[in-house]
Each structure stands twice: as structure tokens, then as C-alpha cells.
């Protein structure tokens, strides 16, 4: 069973900076696709950002030029860098993965339980 454990959220000011990571463990051979989205309250859950095997990136319009996405594979990592945060980032950030637990299963979905961003002054 794969596990993905998010970490990283916190309050912090308008402007300010966080870093999320969003670390993979268990039985995991092939990972094809690790992405962010964000849950804000009374909203419907959206893509923030993701990377997928061959590093390609996709952003939301509102992450663009503020948010780096990027991956260590050799630590089944992914990490979210956020820059001049605004009050509209706030929400639940989940890590979302796609991969295979080995060549002969099926690709899998798989959730974070999340880890909460505050942005306020």
C-alpha cells in the first residue's frame, strides 16, 4: 500500500514564502504523475501544480510565475515552493499520486490527507 504524507503548511503573512513536501512511501515501482491541489473552504477541489515522469510541468493560472513544482525521485518526494503568497491560496493542500506498485498491477490514484495553508495578516 502506498502512503503519501504531506508536510509544510502553515499561517503565514501576505508576500510570504512556504515550502510543501509530499513524501511517497510503501510499495511504489512506477510513478508516472505527482500533483498538488487545493482544497478551499465552500470550493471545489483544483489543480495547483503537477510533474510527471518526465518532468514536464503544469500550473494553474494562479500558480504561474509564484509556484515551483519539482520532484526527487530518488526520495519519491515532490515539493511545492510558494512565493508571494496571497490570501486566495489559502486552503488544504493534498498531494495527489498516479503510479504502479509493480509492473503487473494496475496505475493507482492515491491521496494525501493534506496539509493546511494559511495565508492572513
Known amino acids: 500500500q502506498v502512503r503519501l504524507v504531506e508536510s509544510g503548511g502553515e499561517l503565514v503573512q501576505p508576500g510570504g514564502s512556504l515550502r510543501l513536501s509530499c513524501a511517497a512511501s510503501?510499495?511504489?515501482?512506477?510513478?508516472?504523475?505527482m500533483g498538488w491541489y487545493r482544497q478551499a473552504p465552500g470550493k471545489q477541489r483544483e489543480l495547483v501544480a503537477s510533474?510527471?515522469?518526465?518532468?514536464?510541468?503544469t500550473y494553474a493560472d494562479s500558480a504561474k510565475g509564484r509556484f515551483t513544482i519539482s520532484r526527487d525521485n530518488a526520495k519519491n518526494t515532490v515539493y511545492l515552493q510558494m512565493n508571494n503568497l496571497k490570501a486566495e491560496d489559502t486552503g488544504v493542500y493534498l498531494c495527489?499520486?498516479?503510479?504502479?506498485?509493480?509492473?503487473?498491477?494496475?496505475?493507482?490514484?492515491?491521496w494525501g490527507q493534506g496539509t493546511q495553508v494559511t495565508v492572513s495578516s
Open positions: 495527489n499520486l498516479r503510479g504502479q506498485e509493480s509492473t503487473y498491477t494496475s496505475v493507482k490514484i492515491y
Open positions: 510503501g510499495s511504489i515501482a512506477h510513478i508516472y504523475y
Open positions: 510533474i510527471d515522469s518526465r518532468s514536464d510541468t
